[in-house]
């Protein structure tokens, strides 16, 4: 059973550039979150995604954006790249109907280094 | 808004010695309070998690914690060090109807000495 997978596992890019990370989540999971862990931080919320829709969104601006795909695969796009978006981006599956005690099970993430 | 707080952002112990990590939480509603573990360059992966069932929760690799409503704490134990519990460990908050967005505290580096 493949747990969570990240792609890529490292990327460097310079300011005023765009991303996109992705994500593949657990078997049998349907909802997929993603978080942004700057060094020395513990990890932030930015969105999640169920049923190919924005559910929750955290303090993030609007450049950062998602999108799910039929099969709750997930991308996490960033536009205008600021050395402060330089961080490990995780991305969590889990399944919706557990509700608020349902295990979110993480990723390896995808290290973004903006120069 | 739900919060955590843990103290102490570096924690170091020797092999076979006590493992005591502390976590305070904010909420203003019932949480469901989470700890992860994270090793060099990988993901989170849970250790245990409190949902309002049994206070103390018992974890993988010899975890446990315990939910204290009156102290609103969750501190996570582990009777005896190994070297492979040398990583970084978060504390983690969520509430019902809070769709598992968790809210993480800053993380505790753990670090096991022989």
């Known amino acids: 059973d493949a747990g969570v997978t990240q792609s890529p596992t490292h990327l460097i890019k310079t300011r005023g550039q765009q991303v996109t990370l992705r994500c593949s989540p657990k078997s049998g999971h349907d909802t997929v979150s993603w978080y942004q862990q700057a060094l020395g931080q513990g990890p932030q919320f930015i969105f999640q995604?169920?049923?190919?829709?924005?559910?929750q969104r955290g303090n993030f601006p609007d450049r950062f954006s998602g999108h799910q795909f039929p099969n709750y695969s997930s991308e996490l796009n960033v536009n205008a790249l600021l050395l402060g978006d330089s961080a490990l981006y995780l991305c969590?599956?889990?399944?919706?109907?557990?509700?608020?005690?349902?295990?979110?099970?993480f990723g390896p993430g995808t290290r973004l280094t903006v120069l | 808004a739900q919060s955590v707080t843990q103290l102490g952002s570096h924690v170091s112990v020797s092999e076979g010695a006590l493992v005591l990590l502390r976590c305070n939480y904010s909420s203003s509603v019932p949480p469901y309070l989470f700890w992860y573990v994270q090793y060099p360059n990988q993901g989170l992966q849970l250790l245990l998690k409190?949902?309002?069932?049994?206070?103390l929760v018992k974890g993988i690799n010899g975890f446990e914690a315990e939910f204290k409503k009156s102290e609103t704490s969750f501190h996570l134990t582990k009777p005896s060090a190994h070297m492979r519990d040398a990583a970084e460990y978060f504390c983690?908050?969520?509430?019902?109807?809070?769709?598992?967005?968790?809210?993480f505290g800053t993380g505790t580096q753990l670090k096991v000495e022989l």
């Open positions: 983690a908050v969520t509430v019902t109807g809070g769709g598992n967005k968790l809210t």
């Open positions: 969590a599956s889990s399944f919706r109907r557990g509700g608020s005690t349902d295990t979110q099970y």
């Open positions: 995604y169920y049923e190919e829709e924005e559910r």
């Open positions: 409190y949902t309002s069932a049994a206070t």
